[in-house]
């Protein structure tokens, strides 16, 4: 049951991701918010996590998996509940800091009980891999149920809906047996040297160039897809080209799921760093493709792809890292490394932005490229 509740944490983590975007169309005019205050709601979202990935990661060394994914559950549920209730911005706001501390203890239970537990605890970097192909899933379905609830119920019932599916699997948390995580010695020390591994400032800065990379192709792919679809006159109907242009982020999402299942199935671990820096080659040759072409058919294409050479190397790079370290110290790993990754995630985005101003989204990809050199170096330091 422990291989259960890996899955449905990194399905919940991808829930937390896409949620605040899956209900956005009915919670701006409902909470009577502009787009600043919604992009507030992201931020303050984003910024939580990065503060409770560190205490939380250490948390799970101290006291284990076991109330760390009740607590993420349980939280994660609540902060749909007001979602589904709230009627203001500060309601709302609430909600949206409480869902970093519920999102980062689903994340950091599934993502260092999954090494453990998968594949007889011997290929970590493969079992991280497996398990966040179920991220993915929760990162795809999410804007589904969502919309499809909307055409047929209220925003409360809707909303209220992805909360049940929240909580039920706290039931499987508290019943299922856990592998002893917590070290009797251990201390907030032993986390704050692990500052000093040369391993963990390297996983730690190749997941701030990915984080950004990967946050980039789920913000900018809708805008990036607009502007190939009006530059090639495909579409004139205005809702057409949106709906023709968020696909793009579908695309990209299965990719990612169908790189991660591959990887799963390879002895990724013993290859060390080397294949993180094959597929962050790849990535490097698919953005540049996305950013020189002016099709929407050759786009759909290597959103795809991007997604199918994206996907491992999040997971391989946090299972690589885990590789060279017992797994009492696991929590504190994650969490250290996945702040700094969403630190990227928060500045490559917004970067990218500023240089499309007054040219454009595709151009402003071509940072992009630099991230993926940067990650190849530090995924051979990683080795």
């Known amino acids: 049951m422990n291989v259960l509740v890996v899955i449905l944490a990194l399905y919940g983590l991808g829930m937390c991701f896409s949620l605040l975007g899956s209900i956005s169309v009915k919670l701006i005019p409902r909470a009577n918010l502009d787009e600043a205050q919604f992009g507030s709601l992201i931020s303050g979202f984003m910024f939580t996590s990065v503060i409770t990935s560190l205490i939380i990661g250490v948390l799970v060394d101290k006291i284990g998996y076991q109330p760390i994914a009740i607590f993420g559950f349980i939280l994660t549920a609540l902060v749909i509940f007001i ?21 980062m203890a689903l994340n950091t239970a599934g993502n ?16 991280q891999n497996l398990a966040n192909v179920f991220f993915g899933l929760g990162l795809f379905f999410t804007p589904i149920i969502a919309s499809g609830l909307f055409n047929k119920t209220t925003y409360e019932n809707s909303v209220s809906t992805l909360g049940l599916i929240a909580l039920v699997p706290v039931i499987f948390a508290i019943f299922a047996s856990y592998p002893a995580s917590q070290n009797a010695g251990f201390a907030i020390s032993d986390a704050v040297s692990l500052l000093a591994e040369p391993a963990v400032i390297a ?7 990915y984080v950004g990379m990967e946050m980039t192709m789920n913000n900018w792919l809708p805008a990036y897809g607009k502007e190939i679809i009006t530059g090639e006159a495909l579409k004139t109907d205005e809702a057409d080209v949106d709906t023709s242009a968020a696909r793009l982020i579908s695309f990209f999402a299965v990719g990612m799921m169908v790189g991660r299942l591959i990887a799963s199935a390879l002895p990724v671990t ?18 540049y493709v996305l950013t020189v072409t002016k099709k929407l058919s050759v786009s759909r294409l290597f959103a795809a792809i991007a997604g199918l050479v994206f996907g491992p190397i999040f997971p391989t790079t946090v299972g690589v890292t885990y590789s060279q370290f017992d797994p ?8 250290i490394i996945f702040a700094v990754g969403l630190l990227g995630g928060v500045v490559l985005p917004g970067w990218i932005g500023r240089l499309a101003k007054g040219s454009s989204i595709q151009k402003g990809m071509r940072i992009l ?15």
Do not use: D, E, Q
Not at 270 to 287: D, E, H, K, Q
Not at 328 to 335: L, Q, T
């Open 83 to 103: 979602l589904a209730r709230g009627k203001s911005y500060g309601a709302v706001m609430t909600a949206s800091i409480l869902l970093g501390f519920g999102a």
């Open 112 to 127: 260092t009980l999954a090494p453990v537990v998968l594949f007889g605890g011997n290929n970590p970097a493969a079992a």
């Open 203 to 209: 996983a730690a800065l190749a997941l701030f160039f």
């Open 270 to 287: 013993a290859w060390g760093g080397w294949f993180i820096a094959v597929v962050a080659l790849l990535a490097g040759i698919v953005i």
């Open 328 to 335: 009492s110290v696991y929590g504190s790993i994650f969490g």
């Open 369 to 383: 490229l630099i991230a993926c050199a940067v990650l190849i170096i530090l995924s051979i330091v990683l080795s």
